[in-house]
């Protein structure tokens, strides 16, 4: 990953990234914007498609977001449970992303049988 210092399996981003700092919309995943392009999202790329599409990478992350959490052992965390994220990949994850992902997007995930659950605090168990 560029300028992402590594921390056991965990990756923590360089002050130099920070600015750069992206939360992919669906999972809350943050990366830089290059490393969604250069990468896509780990959790969601067969679905939002982000590797190569620098479009698709503004229209799918957003710069808006709270809190990053680290989570470096997902299946066992309950921090990971609670951010709905135990069965995502390791990584630095948004407390919260601000933003939603378009209706057009929302119909393919229901069409795939997938519940979409915003990551701005709105969904509510």
């Not at 990478?57 to 808006?64: E, F």
């Not at 066992?76 to 939603?100: D, L, P």
């Amino acid at each position: 990953m560029s300028d992402i210092i590594a921390a056991g399996q965990a990756a923590i981003p360089g002050p130099k990234t920070l600015r750069h700092l992206r939360a992919c919309m669906l999972c809350s995943l943050v990366q830089t914007s290059a490393d969604f392009k250069r990468y896509g999202c780990p959790n969601c790329d067969e679905i939002l498609q982000l590797r190569g599409s620098m479009d698709r990478v503004q229209l799918y992350t957003t710069n808006q977001f709270e809190g990053v959490i680290a989570v470096i052992d997902p299946e066992h965390s309950w921090v990971a449970r609670w951010q709905r994220t135990a069965k995502h990949v390791r990584g630095m994850y948004a407390a919260r992303v601000k933003g939603r992902i378009g209706q057009e997007m929302e119909d393919i995930l229901e069409a795939r049988g997938i519940k979409y659950r915003p990551r701005d605090g709105t969904d509510q168990d």
